[in-house]
């Protein structure tokens, strides 16, 4: 609705303007009006307090409320009343009506040019090749997919990519592990997905190393002998991250996460070394006694870091710089969006103020969009001690739970696949929960929370889109009873009705304010708040059964714009569309 706040700001800046000519003070050039909002809807849409006026007219700010609310009434468009020192405005309904319902079947409808011309890669996910996804990156997943969408919608140019971490002290833990135990066993063997497979032997060993003090000596050999290219060695890598990369990609498919690149770290970190090794020679690193590679970090307020081992091998920030380079050689972006946990925020400080040491001015335009942790009701989750929980188990638990809640309230019977709808309120009541919070704060994650049909979950976004959906469908079967009667917007006159055509215009404010804030929150809040809106709308005032057909129609076409508009936003937060549930 900004666009409306604006034109009636240059209304009110006009009229000011005028009446500024009538007392006689032609050179007085009043300030632009600011609009805000009235305490209350009955109250008007818009208001302008006139306080900043009243030594420049030299009239009390009540008394040019009343002239200028007495002038804007005579425009046509508008309806305007004095309320003490403010003039509110009533927007004609009839003509937003119009324009909501034409607005919402645009395809393009809720896509601003806030980011037109801005070419912006996200990296979100990044999984180590030693575990499944869990739950920590089930939010990460949600949050990467959907701020990616959501600046497409603002005009940008996107690019999202993945960062496979599949080599690394982790990585070997899982490979020695496998092969002290693993016996030659084949994930189709024993009968596990892929990558569970994989984290079993991370878990194991861990457990293994407990008992056995030569464990972690062996995994930085077998890390070493991996970087000096053992054939041995590289022969299980290759295949234990197959199992594992394998595996992850089954899961996004599942919750319709996807990618545009893949990079992977054993490809990338030899040149995040050149690099360094390149600006120890220009003075900018040093090295210490051992031979270990270092940088100081006084400038940014910060102490030092290590870049390079004293053996030579890389760590994170080794190949996160090379994948930036690597990246921009590929795909030069104006922003780089790092989505990763907020206990990574120093990490980026360093790598940022690195790359920017070494002389990469692009380096000015990298992001950390830090996210906070989420657990479980029972506490935080540990891989090594096998207390994490898959993101495939978690979903399959949502998935039965869903199925259990609708058999038991006799929902089913109309759904054609059960076992998919109750996938769909799964994955819908995941995202919904993993987003709904600022991208900042922590969260604890209930299933059973998140399932419910009633309150602020997934599961009644979906609810509701299915209900209008149920409408429209009884108006298919009836169709001929409205045959020949024509659109009467001006038949939407209820307050409840006045505030859905609101919502439905506002909803390109929202993607560019969550486009602005790289927050997925705002669009589950206002679809929260669009969907308790047309219940309260529905609960009210009857549609099809309405006795006057003109306004049955009218309220038909209003409920399918919200319908429309939810679909619309539901894209962009990952919740599915179920015409029936």
Request: aromatic share 10%; glycine share 6%; with cysteine.
């Amino acid at each position: 609705m900004e666009n409306e706040a604006r034109k009636a700001a240059e209304t009110v800046s006009a009229v000011l303007k005028k009446l500024a000519a009538e007392w006689g003070l032609e050179t007085a050039d009043p300030a632009d009006p600011v609009p805000g909002t009235p305490p209350q809807e009955d109250m008007g849409d818009v208001a302008f307090p006139m306080f900043v006026y009243a030594k420049q007219l030299r009239k009390s700010p009540v008394e040019i409320a009343r002239a200028v609310a007495s002038a804007v009434a005579a425009d046509a468009g508008y309806r305007a009343v004095a309320a003490g020192p403010y003039v509110n405005l009533f927007y004609n309904l009839a003509e937003l009506a119009q324009r909501a319902v034409a607005s919402a079947d645009d395809a393009a409808f809720g896509t601003v040019a806030d980011r037109k011309g801005q070419k912006i890669m996200i990296e979100f996910s990044c999984p180590n090749t030693n575990k499944p996804l869990h739950l920590g990156h089930m939010r990460n997943d949600s949050l990467g997919e959907s701020v990616s969408r959501i600046l497409k919608a603002a005009g940008a140019d996107i690019c999202k990519v993945n960062l496979i971490n599949d080599r690394g002290v982790h990585i070997c833990k899982s490979m020695l592990a496998y092969k002290e135990f693993g016996k030659g066993m084949t994930p189709e063997e024993a009968g596990v997905k892929s990558d569970r497979f994989v984290g079993d032997y991370y878990v194991k060993f861990d457990q293994w190393s407990k008992t056995d003090p030569t464990a972690m000596e062996r995994v930085r050999r077998m890390l070493v002998d991996w970087e000096n290219g053992d054939e041995e060695v590289r022969a299980l890598w290759k295949q234990m991250n197959g199992w594992a990369v394998s595996g992850i990609k089954e899961t996004y498919r599942r919750t319709d996460v996807s990618f545009d690149r893949f990079y992977f770290e054993s490809e990338t970190y030899l040149k995040g070394k050149n690099d360094i090794l390149r600006g120890l020679e220009e003075g900018l690193f040093y090295k210490e006694s051992d031979g270990s590679v270092w940088v100081d970090l006084a400038e940014i307020g910060l102490d030092k870091k290590v870049l390079l081992r004293a053996d030579g091998t890389s760590l994170y920030i080794t190949q996160d710089l090379g994948t930036a380079v690597s990246r921009h050689g590929d795909w030069p972006f104006d922003r780089l969006i790092y989505v990763v946990a907020s206990e990574q925020q120093y990490h980026f400080k360093v790598l940022f103020y690195v790359l920017r040491k070494l002389g990469y001015e692009w380096a000015e335009n990298l992001f950390h969009l830090s996210y906070g942790m989420v657990n479980l009701p029972e506490g935080k989750m540990k891989s090594r001690e096998g207390t994490v929980v898959d993101a495939d188990d978690l979903l399959n638990e949502l998935a039965l739970m869903a199925k259990t809640e609708m058999e038991s309230k006799e929902k089913s019977s109309g759904v054609e696949d059960v076992n998919d709808t109750a996938e769909k309120i799964a994955l819908g009541a995941l995202n919904y929960f993993l987003l709904s919070k600022s991208p900042t704060k922590d969260m604890i994650f209930n299933p059973k929370e998140s399932l419910s049909f009633n309150g602020e979950t997934g599961p009644y976004l979906q609810y509701t889109a299915t209900r209008i959906t149920s409408i429209l469908a009884k108006y298919e079967e009836r169709k001929g009873e409205f045959e020949g009667i024509p659109f009467c917007p001006e038949k939407l006159s209820s307050d409840e009705e006045r505030k859905l055509i609101k919502m439905i215009l506002s909803y390109p404010d929202q993607v560019s304010k969550a486009s602005a804030e790289m927050n997925p929150s705002v669009l589950t809040a206002y679809l929260y708040d669009l969907a308790k809106t047309f219940s309260q709308f529905y609960h009210d005032y009857p549609v099809l059964n309405c006795d006057d057909k003109e306004t049955a129609l009218a309220r038909l076409k209003l409920v399918r714009s919200v319908l429309e508009v939810m679909k619309k936003a539901f894209y962009l937060v990952g919740i599915p569309y179920l015409k029936k549930m």
